[in-house]
Structures are given as structure tokens and as C-alpha cells.
């Protein structure tokens, strides 16, 4: 009838105006340091970009907003009633989700919202998209169970057509469980205590939606997934095209663009792998990252190629291979040359939104900064992250290091138990150092087989999902061995995963001598793993320059792996290390170098960038010019403003009785102890002449130093330590030092304890433990020589 309203505009009109009755009431938790994009965040504005970019369809429907929710405990039914109002896609711990609240494993949160369904014609379907979950998930449509789904980092959908009613809105119910990985699902930084008791190197879990949540309405037949492989040497598109629904009669046709132009034509059978030859094929390089255009269609073969179904892609050539360079080392090489790759770790968590940035321009953000920065790589560490991200990282050209969330899926190997020794110190040691030695020899051990079977789905469903981006290049199957098991294994599959890209087996400590990659950790570094003839070697962590810059920090009290004083140290510190990483690359065979890290995460200041990224650290001028140009600064010279005994004896207090009282502080009573000259320690240690004999498992020493005023001035710990040793300056902690030094070496000072020097009588204090083998202390600083005036 004329003038008559349809129905489903109807629909949508009270759905709306009831979404935005709940809205005004809407706003974002506390959150101690906002980013520059928090405030652009609200239900109306929650992540609307499509969230697929390599396979576009133009009708679409977003369902991020507001969501009723729930908390129960996790054997209840669903609620009756939903007191709160939750934001999706941010997780229920987040500052954005307008919640924040801890979750445990005791707890089940439910969501629940309704939406009009489109006009389904033809036989068409409704699929329901989810981005991430995390981390089980369970959904109902209108009262009717329609599926469950386990795993936090990977897409999953649903149809739901049969359980649509028309006419009226649909409800959807959906309940997730988290045990944030006490169940020993992968979980990568998440710790659940992280909330109560933020410290160390994990931070605020994400449960429940943390990606973006979509409708879209397809054929009866229509494309599932596409599978595309650039074969730069043959000048081809490998395409897989993988259909849903019935196939029956149904062709694939591709169109490969450059811009608008077609550049190459091609087809074939759903499921089938065929090739469309791209002529004088431009490639994808991380300052020149090309992207074509691709066209898929799904057509009936018996009427003239009658389109079903259409998806708009792109796809980038490039090649990733090792190989030989002029010398006969081994390299990575992408389209055929050895690139250097440097880059930082990072870790995808922000102050606002956790797990999910708080807009798309925030994910671009970092990785244009990541490029200005001179890098051309980054290590994605034990998180995937949402579709867009990849997007940007192929659109802008960075190359990625991919790594798999790690989880409790795996235990150590243990020896079987020999008789027991008497429990000496020494017996002690050596069977620590033995079963560590074993723990590298033999291969971890699934902890169950429904772990292993949990992190193996989620795994390849990684490799799978993002196996499209040309940005991607190596995939990491373990961090540092945790949740280390059947690695030869593993490695192995996920190259017959995707035999395009590189593998490496664990990235630092734990190397299984399978894959493409030999990978250390090394803090501060930077060092590189010996060269080999089938696998490239790189470093995988290094750095960890540590610096809190006050007004940014997510609380007071941080940490970092090596402090610094202040920017300027910290930029020259930093160029430091790249130089003697690229010194790595010429002389030693290195092909990567990470820095830990991009950003500052909650109590950890280790980034170039703080956490809310207003502030970066460093000289972006001189860091870009000498990590992405090679272009460095003099190294800074640094003369002794108090000596060690390297060239001369000097007069220490000692003692190897543990001292009571607060032995540190420049108000000690020390008369008691012995005097002799530094260094301390046995015949024997390597690079050093013991001038007072130190035998016993403990020493502790004493000096008064007078100093002149040294506010401003950049200071260094001089030290050789053997073994574990901490220092301080009046009073205040000045380092600890793990392991053993071969030889004097300069370490940073943290603010603090450089801060409590004065001018007159200072006291340095240090303490040294000895484990095994050789034994020796000795400590001094230096001071920075300020260059000319004008030639700074």
C-alpha cells in the first residue's frame, strides 16, 4: 500500500531508540592514563570498520555497542535479569567496557542483545561473526542452543538462520567462561592476580568479546574462506577458494587488479587450487609494500557464469626463503635479498582497552610509529591480534613475527629421580645444573591431551586465519619453552601448515635444533646465536632500557630491565646497542634483532613509547637515522670518577659474616670488619687478579668515597661480579646482578639510586653471592666526558 512503512524499518527504529536510551547512561571506568583515542570511544562509535578487509562483502551489519550483561557463578543458569551494561567489543576487565571488574574461573558472564534480522531472500543466510572470544564460549538465539566455541584468539561464526523469527527483534544470549589460563589454555601475557597485584612481565587478563561482532547475510552458496599464496618465482597467485553450503555446479572466477586495471584472469573448482599468472609482477617490500586488488566471484556453471556470491580481496608478492649470502652464511631473504630485520616486540595491550585498542586509528598508530622509528619488523608477542591490524601492517609494509599465544599445554622433561645425595649446597647446585642441561637435551611433554589438543586447534587455526597477509613471514610456535612440548613435531606441522613462510621451533632458551630460525634472548645485550648452515640466527629479545616517565605511568612504582636516567641517556643507550647489533649482522652472522620493547606495559617501563603513547622516549630523529639508516652518533666517552682495582689497589672494608643491621647505609657501624684491597676473590676467575682472597659463599663490602656534585651528570656502574651481586649507593639500590661476569663491565644507574649521591662522603655497598666456579667482586663508577660545547 502506498505510504506504508516496512515493517523491518519499524524494527529498527524502536531498536535503535532503545540502544540509545541505555547509551546516555554510558561512560568508560577510571583509567589512570588515557590514551589520546579513549575519549573518541563510546557506544555509537565502538570499532565500526569492517573487520575483515581480505574478504569484503558490502552488506554488513555491526553489532558492537552497548550489551546487556551479567556475572553468575559458573554453574548457574542464565539470569533472569541483567543489572549492567556492558561495551563490546572491549573486555569486561577494561576501562572501556564501562565494567572493569576482575573475572575468575569461579565466574560466567553473560551477554545478551537483540537485532532485526535482514530481508533473507533467495534462500540467503545469516551468518553471526566473532571476532575473539575469550575464551569459551556458548550462544543461543531466541531461547534455541546454536553452538559452542573454545579459544580466545580465533575467529568463529555461526549460521543462524533456522533460529531467526521474523517480524520481531531476535535475541541473542551468549555465556563465556575464562579460566585465564589455569586451564591451561593458551593465555600469552594474561594473569589473573594481575589486577589485584600489577607487577613483572604479565598484565590485566581479557575475557569475554574482545573483537568486533558482525552480521552478515550471504547465499545459499556462498565463499567460506579464500587461500592465497604468492609464487614470486613462477610469477603466479596460488587461490583456494573453500565454499559453503552446496557446491554442486558452481565454478570459482578471479580477477587479479593493479589499481583499476586488470592485470590477470583466471578460475577454477571450489576446493581446487589455481593460478593466475601476474606478468612483470611488482613486489611487496616493507618501503614499497604494493598490493593488488583481487575479485572472486563463486558463478553457475550452466548459465553463463551467473554470479552466487562475491568477495573483494588484495594480495601482496613477495617471497621469504633462506639462503646463502656472498660469504656463505645463512639468511633470510626476502624476494631474493638478505634485508636485516629490526624491530620491537610488542605486545597489543593499551591502558584503556587492554586486549583491544580503543580505535582503528590507535592500531595504525603503532604501526606507523613502529616505522618511523626505522624499524621494518615487529614481533606480534603471544597475542594475535584482530584482522585490521594485519591490514595495516601489509598496507603500511612491516614485516611481522607472529608468535603463538603460549599456555600450560606443556611441562618441563624431568629425569627420573636418582638416590638421594645429601642435601650440601654444592649437591644442590649441581643437580639444579643438571636437569637444566636435561630440560634443553630431551623435549617437554604434553601436561594432558586435552590441553595439547587445545593448544594445537588454536594453533593452526592462527596459521590458518591469517596465513593471507604478505606481512607475515616467520610463525614462532613456543616462547621461551613455556608450555614447551613435542617440538620437532609441532614445527613440522605447522610448515606443512604453510610451507610459504618461515618457522622457528622457540624463540630464546629453549632450542630443539628443528626449524628455520636459531633464536637467543639476550638482556641487555645484544648477542647473536652461533651461525649454522640450515637455520638463520637471530635475536630474538634484547634491550629492556628501562624509564619511567612520571604523569605516564600506569602506577608509582615500575620497573624495567636496565634503568636509565632520563631520555637522552636512554636514546644513547639505545643507539648503543643497535650499533653493536649491526656490527652482529656484518661480522657475526646475525639476520634480526628485536627490542624489548614498543611501548611501556602497566608496571613494566620498558618502552620506547609509554603506555598511553603520548610520549615517545627517545630522539625519534637520531633512533630513525641509526636503526633504519646506519647512521650513529660518537660513542660517548666515560672517564673513572671512582676506580677499581683494575690498574691499582684500593682499600675496601669486608666482612663474610652476615652483617645485622641495615649494612648498606652510609650510618653503619663497620668498625668491625676487616680492611684489604679489591678485587675479592680466588686464583683463577677469568680476566681478574684476586688482591684480597675471598673463599666463603658470601662476601659484603664497603667503600667511603668523596664525590664532587654530580647532579645532571650521566653516571655508570663499573663491575665484575661473580656470581649474583647486588649494589648500593648510599643506601639505595643501585643493581642486581645475576650470573657471573667475564670481564669489568658498565651498567646503567637507576634514577633513584644516582639521585641519593651527594656532594662530600658517599658510601657504595655491595654484596656478592657465590654459586660455582670461579668467585670475584669488584665495583667503581664512571662518569660521562662532556663533549665540546658545539659538537654535541
Not at 524502536?14 to 579513549?38: G, N
Not at 617471497?319 to 629490526?342: H, M
Not at 636496565?562 to 646497542?577: H, N, S, V
Request: net charge neutral; proline share 7%; aromatic share 10%.
Amino acid at each position: 500500500m502506498k505510504g506504508t512503512v516496512p515493517i523491518r524499518s519499524v524494527l529498527l527504529a524502536i531498536v535503535a531508540l532503545w540502544e540509545s536510551a541505555f547509551a546516555v547512561d554510558w561512560k568508560p571506568a577510571a583509567v589512570s592514563i588515557p590514551t589520546r583515542w579513549t575519549a573518541a570511544v563510546s557506544p555509537e562509535w565502538a570499532l565500526p570498520e569492517y573487520p575483515r578487509p581480505q574478504m569484503v562483502r558490502p552488506e554488513w551489519t555491526n553489532l558492537n555497542g552497548l550489551w546487556d550483561y551479567a556475572v553468575t557463578a559458573v554453574d548457574a543458569a542464565a539470569p533472569e535479569k541483567f543489572p549492567g551494561r556492558i561495551l563490546v567489543p572491549f573486555p569486561i576487565e577494561s576501562a572501556l567496557s564501562g565494567v572493569k571488574r576482575e573475572f575468575t574461573a569461579k565466574d560466567r558472564l553473560w551477554y545478551q542483545r537483540t537485532f532485526v534480522a535482514p530481508e533473507l531472500n533467495g534462500g540467503r543466510r545469516l551468518l553471526l561473526h566473532f571476532g575473539a572470544v575469550d575464551h569459551d564460549a556458548v550462544l543461543w538465539v531466541n531461547g534455541q542452543a546454536v553452538g559452542s566455541h573454545a579459544g580466545g584468539y580465533d575467529a568463529f561464526v555461526f549460521d543462524i538462520t533456522d533460529h531467526l523469527k521474523r517480524g520481531v527483534p531476535n535475541r541473542l544470549l551468549l555465556a563465556v567462561t575464562d579460566t585465564t589460563g589455569g586451564g591451561g589454555e593458551p593465555h600469552g601475557k594474561q594473569k589473573i592476580d594481575a589486577i589485584r597485584h600489577p607487577g613483572g612481565i604479565m598484565y590485566t587478563p581479557c575475557s569475554g568479546i574482545w573483537q568486533t561482532v558482525w552480521l552478515e547475510p550471504v547465499a545459499a552458496a556462498s565463499i567460506a574462506s579464500l587461500r592465497l599464496i604468492p609464487d614470486v618465482d613462477a610469477g603466479a597467485l596460488r587461490v583456494t577458494v573453500e565454499g559453503r553450503g552446496s557446491m554442486g555446479g558452481l565454478a570459482v572466477e578471479a580477477i587479479a587488479l593493479d589499481g583499476d586495471r586488470e592485470v590477470a584472469r583466471g578460475g577454477g573448482s571450489p576446493g581446487v587450487e589455481f593460478s593466475l599468472k601476474i606478468p612483470g609482477g611488482k613486489l611487496w617490500w616493507p618501503d614499497r609494500p604494493f598490493l593488488y586488488g583481487l575479485k572472486v566471484a563463486l558463478v553457475r556453471r550452466d548459465r553463463a557464469g551467473a554470479a552466487v556470491d562475491r568477495v573483494e580481496s588484495y594480495f601482496g608478492m613477495r617471497k621469504i626463503a633462506l639462503g646463502k649470502d656472498e660469504k656463505g652464511v645463512t639468511r633470510i631473504l626476502l624476494n631474493g635479498k638478505f634485508v636485516f630485520q629490526s624491530g620491537p616486540l610488542d605486545q597489543g595491550f593499551w591502558p584503556d582497552g587492554i586486549y583491544t585498542a580503543p580505535t582503528d586509528e590507535a592500531l595504525r598508530y603503532d604501526i606507523e610509529i613502529i616505522k618511523k622509528l626505522g624499524f621494518n619488523m615487529a614481533r606480534k608477542h603471544v597475542k594475535v591480534e584482530p584482522e585490521r591490524w594485519y591490514y595495516w601492517c601489509d598496507k603500511l609494509g612491516l614485516l611481522v613475527w607472529q608468535d603463538m599465544p603460549g599456555g600450560g599445554a606443556g611441562r618441563p622433561y624431568e629425569a627420573p629421580r636418582k638416590k638421594e645425595k645429601p642435601k650440601t649446597r654444592q649437591n644442590a647446585e649441581a643437580e639444579k645444573k643438571a636437569r637444566r642441561e636435561l630440560a634443553l637435551k630431551y623435549d617437554g611433554v604434553a601436561a594432558s591431551a586435552e590441553k595439547a589438543r587445545q593448544f594445537e586447534q588454536e594453533l593452526q587455526a592462527m596459521v590458518a586465519q591469517h596465513s593471507n597477509h604478505p606481512s607475515i613471514i616467520l610463525w614462532v610456535v613456543f616462547n621461551e619453552g613455556w608450555g614447551q612440548y613435542d617440538t620437532p613435531r609441532l614445527t613440522r606441522w605447522v610448515k606443512q601448515l604453510d610451507p610459504s613462510r618461515l618457522v622457528s621451533n622457540a624463540s630464546g632458551w629453549n632450542d630443539r635444533k628443528v626449524g628455520d630460525i636459531v633464536d637467543m634472548h639476550n638482556y641487555p645485550g645484544p648477542g647473536c646465536p652461533p651461525v649454522e648452515a640450515d637455520r638463520a640466527a637471530v635475536l630474538g629479545e634484547f634491550g629492556g632500557l628501562g624509564l619511567a616517565t612520571p604523569g605516564h605511568t600506569w602506577v608509582e612504582k615500575t620497573w624495567g630491565y636496565r634503568g636509565m636516567i632520563g631520555p637522552k641517556a636512554l636514546t644513547r643507550k639505545y643507539l648503543e646497542l643497535w650499533q653493536k647489533a649491526q656490527q652482529l649482522r656484518d661480522h657475526a652472522g646475525l639476520c634480526a634483532a628485536v627490542y624489548t620493547q614498543i611501548t611501556d606495559i602497566e608496571t613494566e617501563c620498558n618502552g620506547l613509547l609509554t603506555y598511553d603513547r603520548k610520549v615517545i622516549k627517545v630522539d625519534l630523529d637520531q633512533v630513525a637515522a641509526g636503526v633504519g639508516r646506519g647512521q650513529f652518533p660518537p660513542e660517548p666517552q666515560y672517564q673513572a670518577l671512582v676506580p677499581t682495582a683494575e690498574k691499582e689497589a684500593v682499600v675496601w672494608c669486608y666482612t663474610t659474616d652476615r652483617p645485622s643491621g641495615d649494612w648498606s647505609q652510609p650510618a653503619f657501624n663497620a668498625s668491625a670488619w676487616k680492611e684489604g684491597p679489591a678485587g675479592f676473590g680466588t686464583k683463577g676467575t677469568p680476566n681478574v687478579t684476586p688482591r684480597t682472597v675471598w673463599k666463603t659463599n658470601d662476601i659484603w663490602i664497603r667503600r667511603e668515597v668523596t664525590l664532587p656534585d654530580v647532579r645532571g651528570r650521566e653516571l655508570k656502574l663499573r663491575l665484575y661480579h661473580d656470581d649474583d651481586a647486588e649494589v648500593y649507593l648510599n643506601g639505595v639500590l643501585a643493581g642486581k646482578f645475576t650470573g657471573y661476569s667475564t670481564k669489568y663491565e658498565v651498567a646503567e644507574i637507576p634514577l633513584p639510586a644516582v639521585a641519593a649521591l651527594k656532594a662530600g662522603k658517599n658510601v657504595i655497598a655491595v654484596h656478592c653471592h657465590q654459586v660455582h666456579g670461579g668467585q670475584f667482586v669488584d665495583a667503581g663508577l664512571d662518569i660521562l666526558v662532556q663533549p665540546p660545547e658545539g659538537k654535541r
